[in-house]
């Protein structure tokens, strides 16, 4: 691609022997207003084309093309409301789990650690472009599982991981189980050989818990220093006092009341509808069963416990 040549949306990515494929279309990065991105690639029509990069120049990108932050997450804990509520700080492009990460990191990996961290370096470089301006990337909650690989292709870059409590991530999952923990593809498959680790679990409650705990083992290899916890509970004041300055992002008065605000309604709301948020804490701990709970503390909330420790003991520090 030539630097100076107007840069689309990133909507797909693919990883052959000659290098790395990307399909961009004419999407404006003010229209990325939906919980999610590929919403918006549905719902806004666009010309798409092809670009080609040759395998010896995956890796190149400008020095100021990483995001200002990214955000991992568990599952069902409240990242779509910091996501859209990152949206309505001035100046700032949020990238809501982007179906060209989700492609470069599904398993079985086609190429070796070293190009992944190469190709997701050059692929923040185009999202960096698109976005003429500070922009941070919201992944999917199974991309945690590899959020190692994430970190070393943008090795200043700050992340928060979110949170929620895993007996009430298990229900939801349970009752409305994600695209990769259905297994239907290879990559979900593949996602789901990770999770299970040849334990051979006997449940669904036991493969959630085991996700849950996946995740929060797959944080502890990141540098805690770079990242901040933040639960599900603290939501929506976390945004404007956590996830924001640990961002190096400024939230003044009115940005702030326009964050309170939009979390009174339904983060994942279609655009142009509002739909009233109303907690489903209580409901999502009557609904739990004990099979679930006993998974939750065997093979969950271990890991949460290291995780919580390793961050307290980095801030004591």
Excluded at 25 to 31: A, L
């Amino acid at each position: 691609m030539q630097q100076d040549e107007e840069v689309g949306l990133p909507v797909r990515a693919g990883l052959a022997p000659t290098g790395l494929y990307l399909a961009l279309r004419r999407i404006r990065s003010d229209e990325l207003q939906d919980a999610f991105m590929q919403e918006t690639i549905v719902r806004v029509p666009a010309q798409e084309r092809v670009v080609h990069i040759a395998r010896d120049s995956v890796g190149w990108a400008p020095r100021d093309a990483a995001p200002v932050g990214i955000v991992f997450h568990v599952a069902r804990c409240g990242s779509t409301l910091i996501s859209q509520s990152l949206k309505r700080l001035d100046g700032l492009v949020v990238y809501a789990e982007p179906q060209p990460i989700n492609e470069l990191l599904a398993p079985p990996h086609k190429w070796p650690r070293a190009d992944l961290v190469a190709a997701l370096r050059t692929l923040g470089g185009v999202f960096a472009r698109h976005a003429r301006r500070p922009y941070v990337l919201k992944l999917s909650s199974w991309n945690t599982l590899y959020c190692d690989i994430v970190a070393e292709a943008f090795p200043d870059t700050p992340w928060v991981l979110s949170l929620r409590d895993p007996v009430e991530v298990g229900v939801s999952m349970l009752a409305s189980p994600p695209g990769w923990f259905q297994g239907t593809t290879e990559a979900a498959r593949g996602v789901m050989a990770q999770v299970d680790s040849g334990h051979a679990s006997k449940s669904r409650e036991e493969l959630v818990a085991r996700a849950y705990g996946a995740f929060c083992a797959a944080a502890v290899r990141l540098d805690a220093r770079r990242g901040q916890l933040v639960r599900y509970e603290s939501l929506p004041a976390a945004v404007w006092e956590i996830v924001a300055p640990h961002f190096s992002l400024a939230v003044d008065t009115a940005q702030r009341e326009r964050i309170a605000e939009s979390a009174r309604r339904h983060a994942k709301a279609p655009v142009g509808t509002a739909t009233e948020f109303k907690s489903d804490v209580a409901a999502k701990q009557d609904a739990a069963s004990v099979e679930l709970r006993q998974a939750i503390d065997a093979l969950a909330s271990p890991q949460l416990e290291r995780l919580a420790r390793l961050h307290a003991d980095t801030m004591q520090r």
